[in-house]
Antibody
Framework: QVNLVQSGAEVKKPGASMKVSCKAS????????ISWVRQAPGQGLEWLGW????????TYSQKFQDRVTMTTDPSTSTAYLELRSLRSDDTAVYHC??????????WGQGTLVAVSS | EIVLSQSPDTLSLSPGDRATLSCRAS???????LAWYQRKPGQAPRLLIY???SRATDIPDRFTGSGSGTDFTLTITRLEPEDFAVYYC?????????FGQGTKVEIK
């Protein structure tokens, strides 16, 4: 069965960077893209962007364009999300999700990233 | 970007009731690129519906998606105890992909 296991919670200082991993299993990793979606406390779901796990081609939300980098390592079936210059309003649960055909069909459990001085 | 507005914010219903959830888009969603997710506390979102009306794998037939253009509906016939959760609509037609703010279906 499809499974996406994410790295553990992180606490970061404002201005720092975060890097969350998402290890996939149960399918051929390079046949599907990976999206990253976050949910801040009391807020809705927000899409950060998408990466083609085979080619590495990315599409980022314009809101995060200058602060985000998404990468993959096909040798370990792992996707990574890096977000730089963190602010307090970046505090959120970050999810990876498999692209099942433009829509996200299977999601990771989420990684809490707290940004606090 | 396409803004999705869900209504109502909260639905208070009893097991066995019918739930009707609405999702309205600020622009037409092409090819019905609209999905619905269920989310329970501490769990990852679960895909229910894609393409506005196609049920995802292993989703019970009491969940039905309908609509086109700017108006979409998720109907849950005969609510089961495990259906009480938050439901989100999601458009994947245009970048950035966007989500509605969610409708909470709670036990009355």
């Amino acid at each position: 069965q499809v499974n996406l296991v994410q790295s553990g919670a992180e606490v970061k200082k404002p201005g720092a960077s975060m890097k969350v991993s998402c290890k996939a299993s149960g399918y051929t990793f390079t046949n599907h893209g990976i999206s990253w979606v976050r949910q801040a406390p009391g807020q809705g779901l927000e899409w950060l962007g998408w990466i083609n796990a085979h080619s590495g081609y990315t599409t980022y939300s314009q809101k995060f364009q200058d602060r985000v980098t998404m990468t993959t390592d096909p040798s370990t079936s792992t996707a990574y999300l890096e977000l730089r210059s963190l602010r307090s309003d970046d505090t959120a649960v970050y999810h990876c999700a498999r692209d099942g055909g433009d829509y996200e069909d299977f999601w990771g459990q989420g990684t809490l990233v707290a940004v606090s001085s | 970007e396409i803004v999705l507005s869900q209504s109502p914010d909260t639905l208070s219903l009893s097991p066995g009731d019918r739930a009707t959830l609405s999702c309205r888009a600020s622009q037409s969603v092409s090819a019905n690129y609209l999905a619905w997710y269920q989310r329970k506390p501490g769990q990852a979102p679960r895909l229910l519906i894609y393409g506005a009306s196609s049920r995802a794998t292993d989703i019970p037939d009491r969940f039905t998606g309908s609509g086109s253009g700017t108006d979409f509906t998720l109907t849950i016939t005969r609510l089961e105890p495990e259906d009480f959760a938050v439901y989100y609509c999601h458009q994947y037609d245009r970048s950035p992909k966007t989500f509605g703010q969610g409708t909470k279906v709670e036990i009355k």
